[in-house]
């Protein structure tokens, strides 16, 4: 425990150097850009800190790592000198740190998840691999493989796929609704409606492994309390776990799910003015129109990324499905696309596959956000 | 037409039982629903206390008959629960540390700076949050892999440290938005450096703020699952989800066990939660309107 204590401190400490140098690098780069000196004497460190610092840390290819440390800082010297010319110091020091974070564990990961598709690493060729990093090229075959053969043990492609679409639209439907309804009671509510939020927002609040696991117990087949109340009604057990898990996934999922939405209205409701509601009431509209044609426009804004928000999570959702279903010899009937996808790399190890998989349910994820914008903004010019 | 003043009275009268049986209807349905959102806590609580000869039972009761502690001693004795628990705060800290301060600084930048890429900037990092969870982790998992960092804190502390940098930095420009540039163009006045003015006028100012964006990564890395799961193997370094997760196992015998550890571990965060709920929703919402 001490060393792997000593690992973190050590971590952070290289981390903080780390930042320190690329600060200073920055620094001298905005700062003497313009000195005649400038362009050679870089060009010339470059490579010597590169020798030292590669030969410290013992990585092979000194040579050619020398040479791309001077051409690298060519490039580099000659962009301060001439394009950035000092401007725009401070924030790009601020942001670079971050940046070069999101850079190394975001956008590189990405660009190896596209790498690993088109090669083969499985469970046989991974230890070759984590020894020399080699992996036979296979071009395409995964991406085929992802629509032809299954990404579990049985279920296909479309399946998961139509699976995930249901699951998404079933699931933000229940929260919307479910929240709607209880943002309304709350909003009509005037004693105690601080304590009702806080119990009602606790669903949101729990750990979720800890609800989604605690929910599970519960439709256990013969101590789960789901199960208990049926046996009161003289109802035979339902094996909810086995033979209903979608079900059972879409259950407990719309119960964490509504707080979320319901605090989203509630701020909303609260944002319309009383006056709409009292002109509409001297008017003569019913509590149905004021509903249709007060409320429900005006909440417009407030919904609309709630909604979008809302279908990505549930659409990206794992951990519900996962920790259902995911222990060994569990079903497969509630995966959707995102769950196979965390079962195939992490339970059935076809790592090429499951990148392939991944960059399907990307693009798909991708065209359906291309068309969401698309039509909402349709929608907003219609509504001006 | 309602013309004596008997009648306006009984119409008067009508309209407060309609309301009042308004505000029964609503109140029942609103204690319903707080119910259906207490139940698992409840039953956590319940089951918890079940004395150790009693833990399978379809009892239904709160407080179960003949209730004891002995759940609770035994997650402490015959697991590991503390060191668990002990694993989670070191990585979550860690992790919280390096994202708030990587997020203080780039909310600085993209709140007060004019510079190319700002919008282009802002956006991107939205979108990140689209990127799916579980396509981020294969090649993660494999490149920690490869440093042979799997099984240990660093692993898991450089798999979570930028998960929530994007919706921190949101937060966090949002807030600075909100400080008056004057205060800043004072100290210039005076003499100190542009950093110098974040450093020492707006980073004090901004306590509130930075103090919900730690929660926020706090929370986030605390209760994290999927990940933990493919670094960690060893249970010497499990984090408290992957403990409480064996304990629910399929051993119905250990449910006590898992029902006081997720009672403790879930009190204190529901109550982070509930303290710095109103903060994380503006900060969430704030991305969607305003983008």
């Not at chain 1, 401190?9 to 930042?19: G, P, Q, R």
């Not at chain 2, 099984?151 to 979570?160: F, K, R, S």
Request: glycine share 8%; hydrophobic share 55%; net charge positive.
């Amino acid at each position: 425990m001490i060393s792997s204590l000593l690992q973190v401190l050590e971590f952070v400490a290289f981390l903080a150097a780390a930042v320190a140098i690329l600060e200073l690098y920055l620094h001298v780069h905005f700062s003497y850009f313009d000195h005649p000196w400038f362009v050679s004497a870089t060009v010339a460190v470059a490579p010597v800190l590169a020798a030292v610092s590669g030969h410290s840390l013992s990585v092979g290819h000194l040579p050619s790592l020398v040479l791309a440390a001077a051409g690298i800082q060519l490039v580099s010297a000659l962009v301060f000198r001439y394009v950035v010319r000092g401007k725009h110091s401070l924030p790009i020091m601020l942001l670079a740190p971050g940046f070069i974070g999101l850079g190394m564990l975001i956008a590189y990961p990405l660009a190896f998840e596209v790498y690993l598709a088109l090669h083969d690493l499985k469970l046989t060729t991974i230890m070759a691999w984590s020894r020399t990093g080699h992996i036979p090229f296979v071009g395409f075959k995964h991406f085929t493989n992802v629509f032809t053969s299954s990404p579990l043990s049985s279920v296909t492609f479309g399946w998961l796929f139509g699976r995930t679409i249901w699951w998404t639209f079933i699931n933000v439907f229940f929260h919307v609704t479910g929240g709607f309804i209880l943002a309304l009671l709350l909003n009509n509510c005037h004693r105690f409606r601080g304590l009702y939020r806080t119990f009602l927002v606790i669903p949101w609040a729990m750990p979720q492994v800890v609800a989604i696991l605690a929910l599970r117990g519960e439709f256990q087949s013969q101590y789960g309390f789901i199960n208990i109340m049926l046996g009161r009604l003289g109802v035979a057990p339902v094996q909810w776990l086995t033979q209903h898990s979608l079900l059972t996934c879409t259950i407990i999922n719309v119960w964490l799910g509504i707080p979320f939405m319901m605090v989203i209205i509630l701020g909303g409701l609260q944002s319309i003015s009383k006056h709409y509601y009292d002109a509409a009431a001297i008017d003569g509209a019913s509590a149905w129109q004021q509903l249709r044609h007060i409320t429900l426009p005006l909440l417009r804004p407030v919904l609309g990324p709630a909604v979008t928000l809302g279908a990505v999570w549930t659409f990206n959702n794992i951990n519900v499905i996962y920790l259902v279903t995911g222990q060994a010899g569990g079903t497969e009937d509630a995966d959707i696309l995102v769950s196979a996808l965390y079962k195939a790399a992490f339970t059935f190890y076809r790592y090429s596959y499951s990148a392939a998989l991944a960059i399907v349910i990307f693009l798909i994820l991708f065209i359906f956000s291309i068309l969401w914008l698309k039509f909402s903004k349709g929608s907003e010019s219609v509504y001006g | 037409m309602v013309e004596t003043p008997q009648e306006v009275a009984a119409v008067l009268a009508a309209h407060h039982r309609r309301q009042a049986v308004q505000a029964v209807l609503i109140h029942a349905a609103l204690i319903g629903a707080c119910l259906i959102c207490l139940y698992p806590l409840l039953r956590m609580i319940s089951v918890s206390l079940r004395p150790g000869d009693r833990l399978i039972s379809t009892d239904l009761a709160l407080i179960p008959a003949g209730a004891s502690a002995s759940s609770y001693l035994r997650v402490f004795k015959e697991t590991e629960f503390l060191l668990w628990l002990w694993n989670s705060l070191v990585i979550t800290c860690v992790t919280s540390f390096i994202g708030v301060s990587l997020a203080a600084t780039g909310g600085y930048a993209f709140s007060r700076f004019k510079f190319p890429g700002n919008k282009l900037g802002l956006t991107l990092l939205l979108g990140t949050q689209m990127i799916p969870a579980g396509m981020l982790l294969l090649p993660l998992f494999l490149m920690i892999m490869r440093l042979g960092l799997i099984n240990t804190y660093l692993g898991m502390i450089v798999a979570y440290s930028v998960t929530s940098l994007p919706f921190s930095i949101w937060i966090l420009k949002g807030y600075y938005d909100t400080i008056p540039r004057s205060l800043e163009e004072a100290a210039l006045v005076d003499g100190t450096s542009r950093f110098g003015a974040f450093y020492r006028i707006v980073l004090p100012l901004s306590t509130p703020a930075l103090s919900i964006a730690f929660l926020f990564n706090f929370t986030q890395a605390w209760n994290e699952y999927l990940v933990a799961r493919v670094v960690l193997c060893d249970a010497q370094r499990y984090t408290w989800t992957l403990g409480l997760f064996e304990l629910q196992g399929q051993y119905l015998t250990q449910w006590g066990m898992f029902a006081a550890g997720s009672f403790m571990v879930t009190v204190p965060v529901l109550l982070i939660f509930l303290y710095s709920s109103k903060w994380l929703i503006s900060g969430l919402t704030l991305g969607g309107v305003k983008g």
